[in-house]
């Protein structure tokens, strides 16, 4: 099938980014394509899981054109509106309210385009709630493998009220509910590859791989970051890929 005819099968039209590229360079479109389907197949990770990572990490990077087209592949691969929630509640972790901002353009979006009701939510109700500094400290530390960090200890000795909120929130948008845990860390492993930001790449693989994940599957989230922000990435992530 003729490359631009593709493409516009991918996003309704020939983006104009594109038709400049097949004019200049057909044979790069060609490839960037290839790819691309290739990145974006079944694998370790569902097709439906991709596109939500990606419309994740376009929200924290705030790239709305792109968010957008992960929204509509997410829809057509299944996608519900408290997934989109649920997937976009993680980036407030890694890039603050600014990426709920921008991802609340995605759910609106799903909502209009998948005509459903958001009524559909069937998460889980949060069964713990820190009460003290002392349990925000234990969670922290748990979360670190037994370790107190260096910006856990200044938050405690600085702004003990800050970090018993913030663990609250943490561990309310990391708690397995519609989407399981595994899968947010993912997300903020891409967003972090995306942004090239080495402890929270690490950060979140190792918290990944305490939920199961594999080498398999790491490869493929870096590559979804790849795909955001290009080569760069890919040199970030794959330096968490352990390999035998």
Partial sequence: MEILKIIEEMFGEVP??????????PKALEHLLKFQQEVMA??????????????GVNAARRYENSMLYHAKGAIDAGATLREFVEILTPCILSRGIPAWFEGLKAIQYAEKYSKK???ESTEKDVDFEFQNVDESLAYFKE????????????MEEEAADVLLHYGNLRASILKDGIMPRKLKEFVLVAINVAE???KGIELHVNSARKLGATDEEIAEVTLLGFLASGLPEWFEGSEFIQGS
């Fill in 143 to 154: 979360e670190a493998g037994g370790v107190k960090a260096e910006w856990v200890k200044v």
């Fill in 196 to 198: 090239r930001y080495e």
């Fill in 42 to 55: 079944e694998g370790h990770i569902s097709k439906k899981e991709k596109e939500l990572i990606l419309v």
């Fill in 16 to 25: 104009a980014w594109a038709g400049k590229m097949n004019e200049s360079e």
């Fill in 117 to 119: 009701s958001s009524a």
